[in-house]
């Protein structure tokens, strides 16, 4: 039995010592995939919450033979989709914190400071359209590009077929590199 | 863009390395002579790089999770003392199975006459999607928190489904995808149905108008004509019509 079965079925029997460990050693992942589709701390840490108080009801339905991780990452995606955002719905912007957090951890060295600063407002602008993306594409988008879930058990998890999962990637992909091209015309025009 | 194995979305996979080695090694063949391919696979590295740069955030903006967990401990601790639906779905596992059983059993023959009835009134009917599970509705007990979970189950696949709907591109619909959703929509059909008729028999009205909506719009996915190119715009005003995915989503945030 691994370290986290064995916790699943601890905390299921009551064990709130056990509940605690599991979320220490999940929260970090929870909390990523979370920020990376919400964009903003508020957000992350509310859709975060809803996993773990999800993952708390649904212990007794975990089976022994499946993998936690595909479990938890099912989870994580509904709660994101679930999501009723707390701010001002259609926005994403980071927040003061987070802007200084990116000042703070600016990459030092290559590529260059002229790419780098493209780079870095290109990234911006490319965070902003996938917190403006539709839900599904977005969830869909985070999951294959960031947490590299292959399209088929995206498509499990959330009950869909993988043309359709194949499709919101497409669309996805389509409006990040729409945004991508209206940067570099702006850039051009700069220069 | 106009190359075909870019609109198709095999560019896509070839990036993210999802395609199959024999078609991967094809567009591998064909990058060589298409400008079009080409320039948006280098949008797709260009797109990479720039949110590769991107700070890993992984944990609150203090950095300190107690914060979190003691919010945590408080949510859980609520579901552990004040919500009988969670109670009976954290605290009394294996014993509650055979209960539910026993209701479902008991209901079987309810809910079969009700299904035989709709059929009854040619309402079309479909193979199931593989993997889908038909409930028995406890439309007999006044057990509200089994009532509860099991719609809540309902609504979570069935939002999948309109999701899905409302996100489609008309442009790029096969017959064959066209055939899953309509399956799909129609596998889960009967047991709106049922559900809608449950939540007006214990007077939720307002579960039932979203049930009732959802009925909508799984029938006409279901009647719908794959040739019809009119079909899917259709389907997703009326699903923006009802603000369908709205009212499921306060469904099932808020609870019954």
């Known amino acids: 039995m691994s370290a986290d079965t064995d916790l699943i079925s601890r905390a299921a029997g009551g064990d709130a010592s056990a509940f605690q460990a599991l979320v220490e050693r999940h929260r970090t992942m929870v ?26 009801r649904s212990l007794d339905q975990f089976r022994q033979d499946a993998q936690l991780t595909s479990w938890m990452y099912r989870i994580v995606m509904n709660a994101c989709i679930d999501h009723r955002r707390r701010s001002r719905p259609g926005t994403n912007a980071a927040a003061g914190d987070e802007a200084e957090y990116r000042m703070l951890n600016a990459p030092e060295e290559t590529p260059g400071p002229e790419d780098q600063a493209y780079a870095g407002e290109l990234g911006e602008v490319l965070q902003l359209e996938i917190g403006r993306l539709p839900k599904g594409q977005r969830i869909v988008f985070v999951m294959r590009h960031y947490q590299g879930m292959k399209l088929c058990e995206i498509a499990e998890a959330l009950g869909l077929a993988e043309g359709t999962v194949k499709r919101q990637l497409h669309a996805a992909v389509h409006r990040l590199r729409e945004a991508l091209s209206q940067v570099r015309v702006t850039a051009g025009g700069r220069a | 863009m106009t190359c075909e194995r870019h609109m198709s979305g095999d560019l896509d996979l070839y990036f993210y390395d999802e395609l199959p080695a024999d078609e991967r090694e094809e567009l591998g063949r064909h990058l060589p002579g298409c400008d079009d391919c080409r320039a948006a696979l280098d949008e797709l590295h260009a797109i990479r790089a720039a949110l590769a740069l991107r700070p890993d955030v992984a944990a609150p903006a203090s950095g300190d999770w107690s914060q979190f967990m003691s919010r945590l401990d408080s949510a859980v601790g609520r579901e552990r003392s004040t919500s009988p639906r969670v109670l009976s779905l954290v605290a009394q596992p294996r014993g509650r199975y055979a209960e539910y059983l026993a209701i479902a059993a008991l209901l079987a023959l309810v809910t079969f006459s009700v299904t035989l009835a709709f059929r009854a009134r040619h309402v079309p009917s479909a193979p199931r999607a593989a993997g889908s599970v038909q409930h028995s509705v406890p439309a007999t007990t006044k057990d509200n928190s089994a009532f509860a979970a099991m719609t809540e189950e309902h609504f979570e696949r069935s939002k999948l489904v309109v999701l899905g709907l409302a996100t489609k591109d008309a442009a790029h619909e096969t017959p064959a995808d066209w055939e899953y959703e309509r399956e799909l929509a129609t596998s889960l ?68």
């Open chain 1, 31 to 56: 909390y990523r995939v979370a920020y990376q589709f919400a964009g903003n701390h508020h957000d992350a840490e509310d859709i975060a919450q809803e996993v773990f108080i999800k993952v708390y």
């Open chain 2, 189 to 256: 059909l009967d047991d709106t149905r049922l559900y809608r008729l449950a939540a007006e028999d214990r007077g939720l009205d307002a579960l039932a108008g979203v049930m009732k909506d959802l009925e909508l719009v799984l029938l006409q996915t279901s009647l719908t004509d794959a040739k019809d190119p009119s079909a899917l715009p259709q389907l997703q005003r009326l699903i923006k019509r009802r603000d369908l995915i709205e009212k499921m989503d306060v469904v099932t945030t808020t609870g019954l």
